[in-house]
């Protein structure tokens, strides 16, 4: 049985009845997904894919944020290493494997947003089957505003909403509530936070209703071969992404991420 993470871990994986949980645990930093973040995150959903009795996964963040996005301090360190370019596409790769993984996970994905789900962050919620969210929760790809690009995070919005919405998130860097993610079909429910994990059972109970094959065979159907394109968008968008952190606008953008000051655009 999988067991909960230390409280220092990164991540923090339980199993209860029929429901894996897998809780984001840097509070500190957002929940910020850092190389080790993201490792730990496969290997858990590689468990939890081995896990007969979990029906369904329920991905959530601890403190106030889901996730704020890919760990910007991290990619900025990288920027001053002689090898940055190659790490850029490595972790570009390792973000596109991950989003492949859970578009491919043969269980339900449930996410429980309970604050701002940002950047990479909006990535994974997409990448979920259904999700939950508390009123306080926000949703936005603020990528252009650092100057850098949500490049394998506009697959996932296309396919899940569309070109007008993908164009506004996209292109305008838009932060959108909980109240209008639930307008444009971004997320199913709005429940007060305390609620959040208790639908999220609810769920898992309901697919232990279903048999699993049949539920496996229904994502394969509807991501795999409905989306029969996203898989290779997903590749390209991580090229684009890799392409847009060795620009200048980038360098600057994550400068002043961290210096905490208004980019200078060159």
Request: aromatic share 4%; net charge neutral.
């Amino acid at each position: 049985m999988i067991g909960v993470g230390s409280p220092m871990a990164q991540l923090r994986v339980h199993v209860h009845g029929h429901t894996g949980t897998v809780i984001l645990n840097r509070p500190e930093k957002r929940n910020a997904l850092s190389r080790s973040l993201l490792a730990e995150l496969v290997q858990a959903l590689h468990d939890l894919h081995l896990e007969r009795a979990v029906r369904a996964v329920v991905l959530a963040g601890a403190g106030s944020a889901f996730c704020a996005g890919m760990d910007l301090t991290e990619m900025l360190q990288t920027s001053r290493s002689p090898d940055a370019h190659a790490q850029w596409y490595n972790d570009a790769v390792a973000y596109r494997d991950l989003v492949e993984q859970m578009l491919r996970f043969p269980k339900p994905l449930i996410a429980a947003v309970q604050g701002p789900a940002l950047a990479g962050g909006l990535g994974l919620v997409l990448a979920c089957d259904y999700v939950l969210a508390a009123p306080e929760a926000v949703f936005g790809l603020p990528e252009p505003r650092r100057g850098i690009v949500a490049g394998m995070v506009a697959p996932l919005v296309l396919f899940r909403l569309g070109g007008s919405q993908a164009a506004r998130l996209l292109v305008f860097a838009s932060t959108i509530e909980a109240a209008e993610a639930h307008r444009i079909g971004l997320c199913h429910e709005i429940l007060p936070g305390e609620r959040l994990w208790a639908r999220a059972n609810e769920l898992a109970a309901d697919a232990a209703r279903s048999a699993p094959e049949a539920v496996r065979l229904s994502k394969q159907l509807l991501n795999e071969t409905l989306g029969e394109h996203l898989f290779t968008q997903l590749s390209a968008g991580a090229a684009a992404s890799a392409a847009a952190r060795t620009t200048e606008a980038a360098a600057e953008g994550l400068a002043a991420f961290v210096e905490k000051r208004e980019p200078r655009w060159p």
